[in-house]
């Protein structure tokens, strides 16, 4: 195997090091692209069935490594911390014969591995669900369900212990990197978090708007930069403004009826913070005494009730529409921040209701797509399709303009409406 292998190998380098993307037609070169992205899945599976079984061979202590993940870091060039999820997924496979399947058809990428066998590790169950979700979703979507199995699994076996442990462990940390800009890091509890971002969100909205409004376009995380220095210096650039959109820290909660009224969790039932994760029923109803929070009481998948805490100007209408579309409703689209409410059906110039099932939350880039008429939202809540109406680059919207900048994900990319 191994001389088919490097035969391959050989094949593959010198393709690549005879490609010249500048003599390619831009179809050609798309078509490359998803090709080098089914062999590059191909060979992180390879990596993923493997690592486990070569770490016991011994050769990172040979080569004086401190730890089997050093030496794989230094292998593939990666941090130490995607080395070692890399072989902590690799002894769970074994364990995990579906997903072990997915990997041999080349079905997952590196980071949905991880992912799923960290979850799949301490709840098997979860391993059909995950696959479906990594086959069907975004790879966000994908992260937040099983970190949600990892909590849940984690609630189950040491229960306030969690948090405490957590907290226990926090930190804010910072240094400076290779081009000398200053980085920060931190970790504290999910409701801690909640908070932080929070804060952070309803700043880097005020920053948002008067961009837009100036007709600059920067990524959703350089706006939470500037919210960050700007609550750190002054407690807000302009507290005013923060204060006229509502208050700075705003947690969204989710929670079952019957959890709340029971002041216990069923399985299956629900205690959220969109964005953060799954929290404890106990610390949520601590939570509600206290903050400035918008309470969404569920049973299931259908809002029942809508309390708003601390916040006038939304109707019922609103807070049921950002229950419903907590991301944008565009398939693979996972930007969460900066939703503009759209009268997807019937336009509002048209005499579109503000109705809840009129109405859909996407992101300023897909707002941006549709309003140009260069595509259309059909299909409804659960059946959404992103439909193109004509070639962007063709359309009358943007003749003699360049096509819009496009950041690493759908996210980042924060246009003028």
Known sequence: MRSELRSALGILLRCVGELDAGRLAASDASQLLAL???????????????????????????????????????????????????????????????????????ALSGAQIREIAAAGSVDPDSETPLLATAATSSFKEL???????????????????RETRIHQ???????VDHDGAFCIGAKCTPIAGALVMAGLEAQAKVHFEEA??????????????????????????EPDKASKKGPRALVHLRVDLAALHRRSLEPGEVCEIPGVGRVRLETARALIGDSFLKLFVTNGIDVQTVVNYGRTIPRSVRSALEERDRTCVVPGCSATRFLEIDHWSIPFAQGGPSCL???????????????????QLVGGPGYWQFRRVRNYLESESVAGRDP??????????????
């Not at 062999?39 to 004086?64: C, N, P, S």
């Open 36 to 106: 080098f992205t089914e062999i590059e899945r191909a060979g992180a599976a390879g990596k993923f069935l493997v690592a486990a079984r070569a770490a016991e061979d011994g050769e990172w202590m040979r080569l004086g490594h401190r730890n089997p993940g050093s030496w794989l870091a230094e292998l593939g060039q990666t941090g130490i911390g995607d080395a070692l999820g890399t072989l902590e997924a690799s002894k769970r496979l074994p364990e995990l014969p579906k997903t072990t399947q997915a990997i041999r058809q080349g």
């Open 143 to 161: 992260r937040d369900a099983a970190r949600g199995v990892r909590a849940a699994a984690a609630d189950r076996l040491i229960g306030s212990e």
């Open 169 to 175: 462990a926090r930190y804010v940390r910072s240094w």
């Open 212 to 237: 837009r409004a100036a007709g600059v376009m920067e990524s959703e995380a350089a706006y939470l930069a500037d919210a960050l220095v700007a609550l750190c210096t002054a407690g807000g650039a």
């Open 357 to 375: 099932e009129n109405l859909a939350r996407i992101c300023p880039h897909h707002h941006r797509l549709k309003t140009s008429g260069d595509f």
């Open 404 to 417: 819009p900048r496009v950041d690493d994900s759908c996210a980042d990319q924060l246009l003028p409406v």
